[in-house]
Every structure is written in structure tokens, then in C-alpha cells.
């Protein structure tokens, strides 16, 4: 496993963490990595692990750590896989990233890439965010009169996250700040811990991460 880029990238929700990942897949050629695909994957798939998440899922259950790293093993075992990966969501804890760290021994984590964004930015830019129903494209709000509500890609019906609404929100940033901000001080006691500002715009995020990356002699 030697050599492979494994990147995680942090921020608050609304922070620009899709959009760069999008951007680094293309430009590192490694998979895109986060929970929730993960999960919805291996229960598609149907394997003996899928089956075990469903069962959790539809029981109402918090899907727990250990069966989390028992799909991410299986993940990081696939052949798009093996020159590295881009972490998003995962890890959210310190729990995780503590197992993450024993699961992946000498080929860990290369870097951590935090996206530095204001809470009132965030905020803005997730109580705007419209989301289509069926294949997840993201508009903002001020899209969505020249879209008819449509979905420009599919079709489907575009609408507002209940997650995306102020209380929601809230809920949510309070979260982060609970259980995976502490995630900053983890990596950067490790020394691979670097903030980006995310309050620029899309394409200088993307050059500022690909500085660092290259800087570090990782690309």
C-alpha cells in the first residue's frame, strides 16, 4: 500500500467540501470517499456487510464506528483505491480517527486539509442550498425561478433540505464543533494538519490545495 495519497478534508458543513472534493477526484485521479456513499453502496450491493448495515438502518440505529471502519476497510481493498483516497465525512470523531490510524498502519493519512470558512458564511450558503430530491445536484436558492424548480440534470424536484433550515443548522454546526473539531488538534499533532480559507472563491480553494499538496512533495 506504500505511496498511496490519502487525503481527509475537514470543515463545517456548507464549507465548500463537495465542490473541492469533485475537483481533487479529477486532479489526483483517487476515489472520493464519504460515509453516506459508502453505506448506501454496500447495502445496494447486498453483501453479507450490507446486510448487517441495513438491518442497523432500518431499525432506526446509529450505524456504529466499528462497522463504519469495517466498510471503509473494504473500501480502501477496491482497485480504484489502491493509489489512495480522498476522505469526506469520515473521519467525524476522534474514535474514528484513532481507528482509521490502526487500520491504515505506515500508509495513513498524508495530509488534513481544513477548510476554514465563518460560521455566518456557512450559514448563509447552507440556508440558500437547494438540493434535487433524485440525483443530489446542488443550486442556490436564487436558481431555482430560472429552473422552474426542476432539476436541470435530471428532472427531479429541487427543494430545501429539512437539515438546511436555521434551526437545523444550528443543530448541526454545534455538533461539528463538538465531535469533530477536536479532529484539527488530532492531525496537527501529527503534523499534517493545514488550513485552507475556504471564504475565497471555488477555483483559488483548488489552487491553494494543490500548493500544499505539491509543497509537501505528496503529488
Do not use: W
Not at 143 to 170: F, H, L, M
Amino acid at each position: 500500500m506504500s505511496g498511496r495519497l490519502n487525503l481527509v478534508v475537514l470543515g463545517k458543513q456548507g464549507a465548500g467540501k463537495g465542490t473541492q472534493c469533485k475537483r481533487l477526484v479529477e486532479e489526483y485521479a483517487i476515489p472520493h470517499v464519504s460515509t453516506g456513499d459508502i453505506l448506501r453502496a454496500a447495502v445496494k450491493a447486498g453483501t453479507p456487510l450490507g446486510l448487517e448495515v441495513a438491518g442497523v438502518m432500518n431499525a432506526g440505529a446509529l450505524v456504529s464506528d466499528e462497522l463504519v471502519i469495517r466498510l471503509v476497510d473494504e473500501r480502501f481493498k477496491e482497485a480504484d483505491a489502491q493509489r489512495g483516497a480522498l476522505l469526506d465525512g469520515f473521519p467525524r470523531t476522534l474514535a474514528q480517527a484513532e481507528a482509521l490510524e490502526a487500520l491504515l498502519g505506515d500508509d495513513g493519512i498524508k495530509l488534513c486539509i481544513n477548510l476554514e470558512v465563518p460560521i455566518d458564511l456557512v450559514t448563509a450558503r447552507l440556508s440558500s442550498r437547494r438540493v434535487c430530491q433524485e440525483c443530489g445536484a446542488i443550486y442556490k436558492d436564487t436558481d431555482i425561478e430560472a429552473i422552474s424548480g426542476t432539476c436541470a440534470n435530471c428532472g427531479g424536484d429541487v427543494i430545501q433540505r429539512v437539515d438546511d433550515q436555521p434551526d437545523a443548522i444550528r443543530k448541526r454546526l454545534e455538533t461539528y464543533e463538538r465531535d469533530t473539531a477536536p479532529l484539527l488538534s488530532f492531525y496537527e499533532s501529527r503534523g499534517l494538519l493545514v488550513t485552507v480559507d475556504g471564504d475565497q472563491s471555488p477555483d483559488d480553494v483548488t489552487k491553494a490545495i494543490k500548493a500544499v499538496v505539491h509543497e509537501k512533495g505528496l503529488a
